[in-house]
Each structure stands twice: as structure tokens, then as C-alpha cells.
């Protein structure tokens, strides 16, 4: 064994012994992320071609007072949509992991259920919900609540709803995951040992499940930050995110230099989340496929 | 003594149509180690989680301390349980564990810090505190987890097979230091376990329970020796059980009985005459003679001896193809295996078990018609 394993490592190229799912990784991430890289560092000539000359004047404009704003509204939507994400999900996974198999395998239908509809057309369904002439205002106006219908589409909560909309499954799944694992012998001591019951959540339930909860939050907030769909449908252009910034350099301003920047600082923010998370305790594979 | 703190009175557990406490009468006395012993599945731990608060009683009462508690939550139960699985909580030190209870007591900190010691130091854990569960050996978990019930001062502590998971060793250990821990707080011990020689071993009584009846409650020695039910003669230790009718009254006050192996002798104060009942014969006061006994017809043959240190261990088989263990202190004359003997016993030896209720189904039961009609069907 040992003879056949020195002759290999001799004979055999290197080459050979990258894997399908390597290669696969270095032609479709690796490549794409370095010309990006590579590109923010460059100019434009007046035709929007892009030239090949170092510069630094990208990540300059990032700090415009604009772009800023846009980059702490994105943070201030990520941030909302988190919340409201773990306040919803945490009381769904722990039913979901309480109930009997017949009722979680419904529900967890129910979770996934949407998935297999592509978001933007599951977003245009709110539209027709929560326009000025939707359902909604519709009902409300029937049952008297109402006068004037209200501007709820193209509003920052809207922007919220969707996103919570679109990103509670990533928050439910890792949720379910570690209360699901959580020995109920536990609360049975706590409640043993004299705590009512709101103390046993707050000292037992809740610090045994917040790995699901920071695995929950980092699944939700980093693509909030990039959810650029969600913000055109529902926002219709009044809350600019991140996302929208990229997606404009590279279909409409055609600067594509300066998008590659803004993404490469989207980058480096969802870098420094997930370092934070590890940092902290978090484990890397209790997120799932990133 | 006999003062009881804890009563259970006619208590029913359904889970479904599952019945899985029948009836159950039992008093716990004030500063006694009951142990609550029977296989598994036969309502034992739920009797304890009923007690605990965990499960709620179907039917009947509980009372603690004279209080009924039905309708008491565990954290207003004046009782603290000792989980078999340990139940630690995982994210606090040692420390934290043992102090939990008193925390949310809201005990004063100075105060918990001195408690907290002094409960280590009880089950001889000092210098542990700020250790994780984690990084205990499974001896250690199963001290804090004591630790952590008996800083409360309650009046009953429950335990529920906790030392199901060590091994034997450190099982034999452990349970001389729960029996010492026991007369040192002085209260009440109620202890699940399925392990008959750690009742027998620990317990000031035993309740032996069977398909969620309680069989029988008293002494080790009593259950030892004085089997009321044929379960617990079968369950706790080794006996020789015949299957009997009632004969006749011999001149000596002895009773005579006709088994399926032949004629028996026995004591029994409560003769009724074509009675079925159960003979059961420890094997050490099992004899085997070379010539028969007055009073019983029982010939063997000795299959086999087994020496095992103290005692020396024979099985003869009747001629109805029961076997019989005897054991002799190991230096007595064994006999050959493959030579006849003929078994008899002192009669004050043998204990007679009369059934409960003498309805045919019982009967039926008990002569296994039942298998036999399933089997033909």
C-alpha cells in the first residue's frame, strides 16, 4: 500500500487529482470573485469599457454621503427583518418541535410549500394583496375601518414584510434544528428546582437555542443585505438597499469598476458577520449551505 | 417512624387506554429510604413522576406533607427529584447547577455561595464548581445532580434509577454513599430501581411492583422471605415455585399439598382445604437427601453442580421435568451429578402463597390455559 501510494504522489500530475466539485468551485466562484476583485480597481473610459489601470477611486466613492445612507438603510431593513424573523419563527419551530410527527411534517410542508414557486412571482401576489386598489384596503374599506385607502405597497415595511416573507424559512429551519435537540428532562429539572415557567425559558430554553438563533439571524440578514428583487417589487424604488446600488452599476449605469466595489464591500461586511458568528461559538455547518 | 409524609390513595394513570397504575394505596413514612422495585414497564416511574408532578394522576390522591397536590406545579412541590439521565444543564458550570434552585428562591447570593460548598462538599465534589457537566466523568454528573436536588432542604427527594448508567463498581460505591447521604439529611429517600440486590441492599422497605400493582410493601426481610404474591417470590432472588393444591392437615400441624412433581409439605396457618396455591422454596433452604422424606414424594436427578466461591449451586431435575436449584455452603458434600435425590425442605421453610381472588380466570391464568387456547386457536 504504502509503495503504490509513493508511486502515485511520483507519477500522477497534480491536475488529475482536482475533483469535479473543484473544478466546479474555481470556474464558477473562485474566477468570477477575482476578475471582480480584479476590476474594482479599474476605470471606465466615456464608452463604459472598462480600463485596465489601478486605481482607488471605487472605493473612495464608497464613502459618499449617499451611498453611506444606503448602506445604513440596508442595515436598518436586515436588522428589522431579523428580528421580526426570530420573534415569528422561534414560537412556529418550537411548536413544530413539540407536536406530534404527523403536524411537523404539515408544517414543515407549509414552510417549504412556497419554495417550489419562484420568489418573484410569490412577491407580485403581496402586490395585488397590498395595493392601493388590493384586497386589503379593499376589505378595509368595506368593513368601514377605513375612508381613504393607505399607501402600504412601495413603503419601507413593505420592503420588511418582504423580506420576512422570503427569508423566515432560513430562520425556522435552524431554529427547529436546536430546539428539536433540546432534552426536555431539562425543563422538567428547572420546574423541579423551583422555576415557574417563564424563568425556565429564560434560563434553560433560551441560552440552549441561541446557536439556532445567531445560525437563524446570519442566514437572514446576510442576503437581506443583497435581496435587491425584493426591495424593487415592494419598495418600488423608495428604499434603496446595497443591492439595488450593484444591480444598477452593472444593468443600467454600465460602471461596471464601480459596482464590482460596492460588491466586493458587501463582501467583506458578510465576511466580517460570519467571523463574528464564529468567533462567538458559532459553527460554521450549523448554517447549512451558505 | 410511621408517621407517613407522603400518601397515595387509590390512584389510577391512564396514558390513553393504556392503564399503567392500578389502584395504588402506599405511604411513605417520614425519613424512610423506600425503594419502588419491579421490571420495566410496570409503573414505577410513573409513580415516582405523579409524586414529582410531572404526570398528573388519573383518578385518586396524592398528598405531601398532609397537603393534597394535584393541582401543584413540580416548582410548588416541596420535593426534588434526581433524574436518571441527570438533567444537568449543560451551559452552566457546576456551581450554577447546584445553585439553580436556590436562585430562584432568590435565596441571597452570600447565602447560595455557602450552600453551594457545603452540598458539594456532601457528595464529595469540593473544588468542582466552575467545571462544566461536560468535563465530569459520569460518576461526578450523577454527584452534582444529588447535589443539585438535596440544596433545597426537601422534605422527599426522589431519585429515578440514577445510577442506571454507571458501572458496577462505581454503582456499588455510589450506593453505599446514597444510603450514608440518606441517614446524614435524614429525609425521605424514594427510589426507583429495577435492580432487586440494590433494594434489597438500601432500603429501609421495598414496594414490589408488577403491571402497575403494587405487589407488596415491607422489609427487605420480609419481601425476602415472605413473598405475599408468586411475583414477588419468582422476582426477588432466586426460589423453587410449585404450582399446589391444598390437601389435608397432618398430625403435626403441617400441611400437606399435591403438586404436579409429586406430595409436599409446608406450614400454613391459613389452610383451606382443594385450595390452589403457590410453594415457594428458597434454594439454600432446599435439601437433597439420598433417601426419601416423610411428606414428600419429590425424586431427581442432579444434573449439575456449580461451584461458585461461597456456595456450591445443583440443579436436579424432577421427574416431571422441573428443575430444582439447591445450593450448599461450598464444603458440604456435594452430590455426583447423575445420582438420585430426593428434595424436601424444613416446612417452616416454605412459604405458601394463597391467590388473591380464586375466580376460574385467575385460575385459568395461573394454570396457563390461556396460552394453551391461543396456541390451538
Known amino acids: 500500500m504504502q509503495d503504490r501510494h509513493t508511486f502515485r504522489k511520483k507519477t500522477v500530475p497534480l491536475i488529475t487529482m482536482i475533483s469535479p466539485v473543484t473544478a466546479w468551485l474555481i470556474l464558477l466562484i473562485a474566477l468570477p470573485l477575482l476578475y471582480i476583485l480584479v476590476i474594482s480597481f479599474c476605470g471606465t473610459d466615456d464608452a463604459h469599457n472598462i480600463v485596465f489601470h489601478f486605481t482607488l477611486k471605487n472605493y473612495a466613492k464608497l464613502f459618499d454621503p449617499t451611498i453611506l445612507s444606503i448602506y445604513s438603510n440596508s442595515l436598518v431593513i436586515a436588522l428589522l427583518t431579523t428580528v421580526i424573523c426570530i420573534l415569528v419563527a422561534y414560537p412556529f419551530a418550537y411548536i413544530m418541535a413539540s407536536t406530534t410527527p404527523f403536524r411537523k411534517t404539515l408544517m414543515m410542508i407549509f414552510l417549504m410549500l412556497p419554495f417550489w414557486t419562484n420568489s418573484i412571482i410569490r412577491l407580485y401576489s403581496w402586490r395585488t394583496l397590498l395595493g392601493t386598489n388590493g384586497y386589503v384596503n379593499l376589505l378595509l374599506l368595506k368593513i368601514g375601518l377605513i375612508q381613504q385607502p393607505i399607501e402600504m405597497l412601495f413603503t419601507r415595511g413593505a420592503v420588511v414584510l418582504g423580506m420576512v416573507y422570503t427569508l423566515l424559512p432560513f430562520m425556522v429551519l435552524p431554529l427547529h434544528t436546536v430546539i428539536d435537540k433540546l432534552d426536555g428532562g431539562l425543563h422538567e429539572a428547572s420546574s423541579d428546582l423551583g422555576a415557574k415557567p417563564v424563568k425556565t425559558f429564560l434560563h434553560i430554553t433560551l441560552p440552549l437555542t441561541a446557536p439556532g438563533i445567531f445560525a437563524g439571524s446570519i442566514m437572514v440578514f446576510i442576503p437581506c443585505l443583497g435581496y435587491f428583487f425584493v426591495s424593487n417589487l415592494m419598495g418600488g424604488g423608495t428604499s434603496q438597499l446595497i443591492g439595488n446600488v450593484i444591480s444598477r452599476q452593472f444593468k443600467e449605469a454600465f460602471n461596471w469598476p464601480y459596482g464590482a466595489a460596492l460588491a466586493i464591500m458587501l463582501i467583506l461586511i458578510t465576511l466580517l458577520l460570519v467571523r463574528i458568528y464564529t468567533k462567538t461559538g458559532g459553527k460554521i455547518d450549523d448554517l447549512g449551505v451558505m | ?377
Open chain 2, 1 to 377: 417512624m410511621a408517621k407517613a409524609i407522603v400518601e397515595i390513595k387509590n390512584v389510577n394513570k391512564f396514558y390513553g387506554d393504556n392503564h399503567v397504575v392500578k389502584d395504588l394505596d402506599m405511604e411513605i413514612y417520614e425519613g424512610e429510604f423506600l425503594s419502588i422495585l419491579g421490571p420495566s414497564g410496570c409503573g414505577k416511574t410513573t409513580t415516582l413522576r405523579m409524586i414529582a408532578g410531572f404526570e398528573q394522576q388519573t383518578d385518586g390522591v396524592i398528598t405531601v406533607e398532609g397537603e393534597r397536590v394535584e393541582n401543584k406545579e413540580p416548582f410548588e412541590r416541596n420535593v426534588n427529584t434526581v433524574f436518571q439521565s441527570y438533567a444537568l444543564f449543560p451551559h452552566m458550570t457546576v456551581h450554577d447547577n447546584v445553585a439553580y434552585g436556590l436562585k430562584m428562591k432568590k435565596v441571597k447570593k452570600a447565602e447560595i455561595a455557602g450552600r453551594v460548598e457545603d452540598a458539594l462538599s456532601m457528595v464529595r465534589l469540593e473544588g468542582f464548581g466552575k467545571r462544566y457537566p461536560a468535563q465530569l466523568s459520569g460518576g461526578q454528573r450523577q454527584r452534582v445532580a444529588i447535589a443539585r436536588a438535596i440544596i433545597n432542604n426537601p422534605r422527599v427527594l426522589l431519585l429515578d434509577e440514577p445510577l442506571g448508567a454507571l458501572d458496577m463498581k462505581l454503582r456499588k460505591q455510589m450506593q453505599i454513599e446514597l444510603k450514608n447521604l440518606q441517614k446524614q439529611l435524614g429525609i425521605t429517600f424514594v427510589y426507583v430501581t429495577h435492580d432487586q440486590e440494590e433494594a434489597l441492599t438500601m432500603s429501609d422497605r421495598i414496594a414490589v411492583m408488577s403491571g402497575g400493582v403494587l405487589e407488596q410493601i415491607g422489609t427487605p426481610a420480609e419481601i425476602y422471605e415472605k413473598p405475599t404474591t408468586k411475583f414477588v417470590a419468582d422476582f426477588i432472588g432466586e426460589t423453587n415455585l410449585f404450582e399446589a393444591v391444598e390437601a389435608h392437615v397432618r398430625d403435626d400441624g403441617t400441611v400437606c399439598l399435591n403438586a404436579e412433581a409429586g406430595e409436599l409439605t409446608g406450614a400454613d396457618p391459613r389452610f383451606s382445604a382443594a385450595e390452589l396455591v403457590y410453594l415457594s422454596v428458597r434454594p439454600e433452604k432446599t435439601l437433597a437427601s439420598e433417601s426419601p422424606v416423610t411428606g414428600f414424594s419429590l425424586r431427581g436427578t442432579v444434573r449439575e453442580n456449580i461451584y461458585i466461591g461461597t456456595v456450591v449451586k445443583s440443579t436436579v431435575v424432577l421427574q416431571n421435568g422441573q428443575e430444582i436449584r439447591v445450593s450448599s455452603i461450598a464444603g458440604a458434600p456435594v452430590p455426583a451429578a447423575g445420582s438420585a435425590r430426593y428434595i424436601h425442605w424444613n416446612p417452616g421453610d416454605a412459604v405458601i402463597i394463597h391467590s388473591k381472588s380464586n375466580t376460574i380466570l385467575d385460575l385459568m391464568d395461573s394454570l396457563d390455559l390461556g396460552a394453551y387456547v391461543a396456541g390451538g386457536a
